[in-house]
């Protein structure tokens, strides 16, 4: 069993930044597979960013370059650096999190966060 726990979230101007942490329960955080997703009104959940246990990162070609993933096992949190923010960007971001192998689809993770609402004003 993990709960994830969202925070970061918050309003920016285009061009600013804004860095989330998912903080995780679960003794067995460091073998799993993290992702961040997001969710605008009206469209699908859609992956951003993930990273394996190992530390190998993969990212949606809209926000690469501009948004890092990173983990830290010894504190039991995954955090997503976004960077040069773009009125597209607004949505819900969500935590996600999966045993083993990585995957970009959303019906793969098992454990979500109740997630963050991040908005970017032009």
């Known amino acids: 069993q993990v709960q994830l726990v969202e925070s970061g979230g918050g309003l920016v101007q285009a061009g600013g930044s804004l860095r989330l942490s998912c903080a995780a329960s679960?003794?067995?955080?460091?073998?799993?597979?993290m992702a961040w997703f997001r969710q605008a009104p009206g469209k699908q959940r859609e992956l951003v960013a993930a990273i394996t246990s190992g530390g190998s990162t993969n990212y949606a070609d809209s926000v690469k370059g501009r948004f890092t993933i990173s983990r830290d096992n010894t504190k039991n949190t995954v955090y997503l650096q976004m960077n040069s923010l773009k009125p597209e960007d607004t949505a819900v971001y969500y935590c996600?999190?999966?045993?083993?192998?990585?995957?970009?689809?959303?019906?793969?993770?098992?454990?979500w966060g109740q997630g963050t609402q991040v908005t970017v004003s032009s």
């Open positions: 679960g003794r067995t955080f460091s073998s799993y597979t």
């Open positions: 996600a999190a999966k045993a083993f192998m990585a995957s970009v689809r959303a019906q793969e993770y098992p454990y």
